[in-house]
């Protein structure tokens, strides 16, 4: 599908790593990323966030394709790299990639009005077929992760939302 050469050339970095690990007897974490969003995103990365964001500071049309119950989670990039420099800490070996992320759920469609209202625009939610292979949820499983580390989000969406928005208006607008 669509999502082929995407999902495959995670993959396929993550056996490089490994294979790379058992040659030179070499301690390697593979972490696996979901959905990161904050400050310093590009204007047009292709994001639902930023995306999101842009539209409604241009009372543009917010885009979700298909009915908009389909969920994501975000983590906001400063517990990201809390998350990551704790993961580089442990002294374990690890043999298995390792999701980081935030597993607080929100459906696009309420992302949608959540960033209209925040930014006070006259933006309006605008339905498209659903892309092919498009995932009804997308949140990681962070039972590895809480096994190895304590993680607790520091920022809430909301308040990642309002940094993230406040760094697109002062660079962009």
Same mark, same amino acid.
């Given at each position: 599908?669509?999502?082929? *050469?995407?999902?495959?050339?995670?993959? *396929?970095?993550?056996? &490089?790593?490994?294979?790379?690990?058992?040659?030179?007897?070499?301690?390697?974490?593979? &972490?696996?990323?979901?959905?990161?969003?904050?400050?310093?995103?590009?204007?047009?990365?292709?994001?639902?966030?930023?995306?999101?964001?842009?539209?409604?500071? @241009?009372?543009?049309?917010?885009?979700?394709? !298909?009915? !908009?119950? @389909? =969920?994501?989670?975000? *983590?906001?990039?400063?517990?990201? $790299?809390?998350?990551?420099?704790?993961?580089?800490?442990?002294?374990?070996?690890?043999?298995?990639?390792?999701?980081? !992320?935030?597993?607080?759920?929100?459906?696009?469609?309420?992302?949608?009005?959540? $960033?209209?209202?925040?930014?006070?625009?006259?933006?309006?939610?605008?339905?498209?077929?659903?892309?092919?292979?498009?995932?009804?949820?997308?949140?990681?499983?962070?039972? &590895?992760?809480?096994?190895?580390?304590?993680?607790?989000?520091? =920022?809430?969406?909301?308040? !990642?939302?309002?940094? =993230?928005?406040?760094?697109?208006?002062?660079?962009?607008?």
């Amino acid at each position: 599908g669509p999502r082929a *050469c995407y999902d495959e050339g995670k993959r *396929c970095a993550e056996t &490089l790593a490994f294979d790379f690990k058992r040659k030179y007897k070499t301690k390697v974490k593979v &972490l696996r990323i979901f959905n990161t969003y904050g400050p310093y995103m590009a204007l047009n990365d292709g994001r639902v966030v930023s995306n999101f964001i842009v539209n409604s500071i @241009n009372n543009k049309n917010l885009n979700i394709y !298909g009915d !908009g119950n @389909n =969920t994501r989670s975000f *983590c906001y990039v400063d517990d990201l $790299i809390d998350i990551i420099i704790k993961i580089s800490k442990i002294r374990k070996n690890l043999n298995t990639p390792v999701n980081i !992320g935030n597993d607080y759920e929100i459906s696009v469609k309420k992302l949608a009005k959540i $960033i209209i209202k925040l930014n006070n625009s006259s933006s309006k939610i605008i339905h498209s077929e659903s892309l092919i292979n498009e995932p009804k949820i997308r949140r990681p499983d962070l039972k &590895l992760l809480k096994s190895l580390v304590k993680i607790k989000s520091k =920022t809430k969406l909301i308040n !990642g939302l309002m940094k =993230t928005t406040e760094y697109f208006r002062k660079t962009y607008y």
